[in-house]
C-alpha cells in the first residue's frame, strides 16, 4: 500500500470520531504511512514451511458444566429488593440510547 493520502488519514479519523486540523493530517500522514511500511514488510517473509495455526500454545479453555447451583440463585423477590423502582417483577432504569426519529 506504502504511503497513504490526506484523504485516507482524514477517512480514518472520521471513522474514528476525531476532528485533525490540516497540520495534524500532515503529521498522521506521514506516521501512518511508516506503519502501513513496516507492515508490509511481513510480505517478505518466508512462510514457505509453516504450518497455519489458530493457536500456538496447546493450552485449551475449561469450561465448568452449565447446571444452575440452587444455593446461588436468588428468588424475584430478593433480586428486587435493593431498587426502588420496579415495574411488573423488573428493575425500570432511565433510557441510555434515544430512537433515531427522537
Known amino acids: 500500500m506504502g504511503r497513504l493520502s490526506e ?43 509453516v504450518e497455519p495455526t489458530s493457536q500456538t500454545t496447546g493450552l485449551e479453555n475449561v469450561f465448568r458444566s452449565d447446571e444452575v447451583d440452587p444455593t446461588r440463585v436468588l428468588s424475584n423477590e430478593q433480586a428486587l429488593s435493593g431498587t426502588e423502582n420496579t415495574h411488573n417483577g423488573y428493575v425500570v432504569v432511565p433510557m441510555l440510547l434515544k430512537q433515531k426519529d427522537e
Do not use: G, R
Not at 490540516?22 to 506521514?30: D, L
Not at 508490509?40 to 518466508?46: H, I, K, R, S, T
Open 7 to 49: 484523504t485516507d488519514v482524514i477517512k480514518v479519523a472520521k471513522l474514528a470520531n476525531l476532528s485533525l486540523s490540516s497540520k495534524e493530517v500532515e503529521k498522521y500522514k506521514a506516521q501512518l504511512s511508516d506503519i502501513v511500511d513496516y507492515f508490509e514488510q511481513l510480505n517478505e517473509v518466508n512462510i514457505d514451511n
